[in-house]
């Protein structure tokens, strides 16, 4: 029988899981009450039933994921009080052990950072942890880390309590109700038609579906790149002895979590060779469901789970349970407004951690809706990241396995996923990879990482938080950068034509410096939001009155393209054509840049010709290319946009021409550890949409006087009226030469921690590593204060003194840019 629905809501939620239920809470505490939460099935009968309900936080490596935790942590302690309803939660703490020395400064370097952000997370003697975890075997363990506040919950009891607060509040949820379309009209979505052809239209519609939210999502042209994998835990029989109280403890090297249930042991795996489930679409009908366990592929891993707790292994199994937990390519949520339809928004792909951070995800979707902002840094999380690459059934076929065993092990700070690989390549990829390129993945492309000698050195002999056999290799072409010439293939940049009528006016609205310049200027800018926080970084060019080409990192790729096309004015007239693909970009620089271009183009290459910040069309060869004269290195250099059809000849030609020259490629890491001496800043790196221009240093490329000014014009010209800010990024060198920094290292002034660097790398012409990083006091943060404090980085555990700077440390002039 059809239930009576309302025919119109505010905002209608698409799914009555974990997330669902969260969203529609946290709406309404922001006090938008009409919201309508529909449920195929009973709530909590996808995949939320089933979860383990762990509310641990593991290792979190930036300032989102620990106040996405943080803030959900503490909601679960306290709602019971407010809806009378038990979520189960108790904290019993948390450990992680270490077996291997990786590992163990692998944590010593996150803890602090944790900490932070109000985690207590703090090492502990094995000893110390085997009285906490007695039927436990730790003999292996050379240290642990212990959260006394984190816990469990009862994913379902917390569930209902969630939806008797939002119901509390006026929030309608219906059952048994399933939704069979998103209405859309002019790209817009409008409600929605459930299958027993009842429609409810919304300003809003939010899909919150779980694994079904994918092919949902697809009926209205959404892209949303998650695939079901079969998820594996066992419970034991009752154990005698074993403290209900038990902690929770993770240990990577057997891919296992281990924690009391019922007085038995539940062993939950996420092992390294998992098995996608469904590829095709996941049954409508599948509630409360389970899979049919591959005891063959799964059985050997629980063995070796079994090794940690061996006492466990007299006494009999309970239950062997497969059940379906939805995953995404890079293990981070779907969350935010879709690109393809305005008022249509989703959070999904929650990679086994939905009750974990179900209600900071809610929290920050619920606050994105009613404020038009989101509260917390979502550039990791933003569901515009990913091309429709990522949703084809072969791409999700071979990147799913992979995926459970990378959230649950060992993890370094260069490791690149392993399968689903060679979705983007540049044409020159061959030759790279014939002059000893190691490729790493960024955004679905190879990209050359560093080069080897010889093809057959270029690989990782061990992976480690420390120098690793490529760092020599590394350092000769960051070497050859600074006092001869390399070549980079940055092909992987994404390059958008912005085209007609309205072209210049959609731009200056966007950017906060002025790009109503004359043609063949090139101009770098930030695009900000309403409240001044960065949406991006990158450089327009001017290439007629009607016509401009933006130029940005490959990860801000969907970002940007969103953000153009869904600022065009309703009367006005321009085209957004993303022409990445079409050409290959060949960056030269370095002292003997313009020497090498010389050889090889007929063009005036020279300052008086060609000055710093302009763009020509010059030949090379038989190509004519667009040449750009910027940099991201800190040295004299061009920005070659090749046609894709002339690149490798482009390529051959130039590294015949620069043999004498000391000619080099080089790769990303290179390019990282340049930028680093020249404190360039990057979006979606050291940046997000949190931060401003003002307080990140680039106040020069914010033009607050300019003609019409930009959005975020007034949050930034308030900012700027405050005088000195109290936060402000810095760059940061160690005096000793030995350490490296990868970021998330805390930085002290004195004995207090006043930030943390939000990237590092090693400056091979300063002669140690480099970061940079905000920190915030009190106080105005003059200049005095950054010449003369005491400046120290904690690096795992031990802290190191630091050179702190506002300018460059390396050619703060400019001189070698224009020289």
């Known amino acids: 029988m059809s239930k009576s629905l309302p025919r119109h809501a505010q905002t209608v939620i698409i799914g009555g899981g974990s997330i669902g239920i969260n969203t529609a809470y946290h709406l309404a505490k922001l006090g938008q009450t009409d919201v309508v939460v529909l449920e195929q099935g009973q709530l909590t009968s996808g995949t939320t039933w089933h979860a383990a309900g762990l509310i641990v936080a593991g290792l979190l490596k930036s300032e989102v994921e620990c106040e996405i935790y943080t803030h959900g942590r503490d909601l679960y302690a306290r709602l019971e009080a407010e809806t009378g309803i038990s979520t189960g939660f108790r904290d019993v703490g948390y450990l992680q052990i270490a077996t291997n020395e990786e590992r163990v400064h692998e944590m010593r370097r996150v803890a602090p950072f944790m900490r932070r952000f109000g985690i207590n997370c703090h090492e502990i003697s094995p000893r110390e942890a085997q009285v906490l975890f007695p039927i436990g075997d730790l003999s292996d363990v050379k240290a642990a880390f212990y959260i006394p506040e984190d816990g469990r919950a009862n994913p379902v009891d917390l569930t209902m309590s969630l939806a008797k607060g939002a119901r509390n509040c006026g929030v309608r949820i219906f059952e048994a109700v399933q939704v069979a379309d998103i209405l859309t009209r002019n790209g817009t979505a409008t409600g929605v038609r459930t299958a027993d052809g009842q429609t409810i239209t919304a300003e809003n519609v939010v899909l919150c579906g779980g694994m079904w939210s994918r092919q949902l999502g697809a009926r209205a042209g959404l892209n949303l790149p998650l695939q079901a994998a079969e998820h594996y835990y066992l419970i034991t029989e009752t154990i005698p002895g074993l403290p209900r109280n038990l902690p929770v403890l993770e240990d990577p090297s057997t891919y296992t979590y281990y924690r009391e249930e019922v007085g038995g042991m539940m062993l939950g795996l996420f092992e390294p060779e998992a098995a996608a489930w469904n590829l095709g679409g996941i049954p409508d009908s599948f509630q409360f469901g389970e899979i049919d366990p591959d005891w063959d592929r ?77 509260p917390l840094d979502v550039t990791a999380i933003n569901v515009n990241r990913f091309s429709k690459s990522y949703a084809t059934p072969a791409f999700r076929r071979d990147r799913t396995p992979e995926l459970l065993g990378k959230l649950f092990g060992q993890h370094f700070h260069n490791e690149s996923p392993k399968t689903a690989r060679n979705v983007k390549r540049s044409v020159l990829y061959d030759r790279l990879r014939a002059a000893g390129a190691y490729f790493t993945e960024g955004n679905g492309w190879e990209q050359p990482d560093w080069f080897a000698p010889t093809p057959e050195e270029a690989r990782i002999e061990r992976y480690s938080w420390f120098r690793q056999n ?350």
């Open 298 to 374: 799964v059985g050997p891993v629980f063995e070796q789970a079994f090794t940690r707790v061996p006492k466990a292994l007299k006494y009999g199994v309970k239950k062997l349970f497969c059940g379906p937990e939805s995953f995404t390519p890079d293990l981070a949520p779907l969350v935010g407004p879709t690109p393809e339809l305005r008022n249509c928004w989703v959070a999904c792909g929650m990679n086994s951690l939905g009750i974990l951070n179900g209600a900071g995800t809610g929290m920050v979707l619920a606050h994105w809706i009613v404020d038009g902002l989101p």
């Open 470 to 819: 490529w760092f020599d290799w590394h350092a000769a072409e960051h070497r050859a950068a600074r006092e001869d010439v390399v070549l980079m293939d940055m092909s992987s940049m994404s390059c958008f034509l912005v085209q007609g009528r309205d072209a210049c006016a959609l731009l200056s609205r966007l950017s906060c410096n002025e790009v109503d310049v004359a043609p063949d200027r090139v101009v770098y800018t930030a695009w900000t939001n309403e409240r001044g926080g960065f949406e991006a970084d990158l450089t327009v060019t001017r290439l007629a009155r009607d016509k401009f080409m933006v130029v940005v990192g490959e990860n801000s790729h969907g970002h940007t393209e969103m953000r153009l096309h869904r600022h065009i004015g309703a009367d006005e007239f321009v085209t957004i054509t993303d022409v990445t693909a079409g050409r290959t970009q060949i960056n030269v620089h370095g002292p003997k840049a313009r020497d090498l271009l010389s050889r090889v183009s007929h063009a005036d290459l020279s300052n008086d010709a060609f000055p710093f910040m302009t763009a020509r069309e010059i030949d090379l060869g038989y190509a004519v290319v667009l040449a750009m004269r910027v940099t991201f290195i800190g040295e004299l250099g061009w920005e070659l946009h090749v046609p894709a059809t002339q690149a490798v000849q482009t390529y051959d030609l130039l590294m015949q021409a620069g043999q004498d020259l000391g000619l080099r490629n080089a790769g990303m890491q290179t390019l990282n550890s340049l930028r680093l001496e020249k404190a360039y800043r990057d979006f979606g790196i050291d940046l997000d949409n949190t931060d401003n221009p003002i307080e990140a240093g680039l106040g020069f490329a914010v033009k607050l006087d300019k003609p019409g000014g930009f959005i975020g014009r007034d949050a930034l010209a308030a900012i700027k009226a405050r005088g000195t800010p109290q936060t402000r990024m810095l760059q940061f060198m160690l005096r000793d030469p030995e350490p490296l920094l990868h970021g998330n290292e805390i930085i002290y002034l004195g004995p207090d921690p006043v930030g943390y660097l939000q990237v590092g790398g090693y400056g091979h012409s300063l002669g140690a590593a480099v970061g940079l990083g905000f920190v915030q006091l009190d106080q105005p943060l003059t200049p005095a204060i950054v010449a003369k404090g005491d400046w120290s980085i904690e690096v795992a555990g031990q802290r190191f003194p630091a050179v702190a700077s506002l300018k460059p440390l390396y050619d703060p002039d400019m001189h070698k840019i224009k020289g």
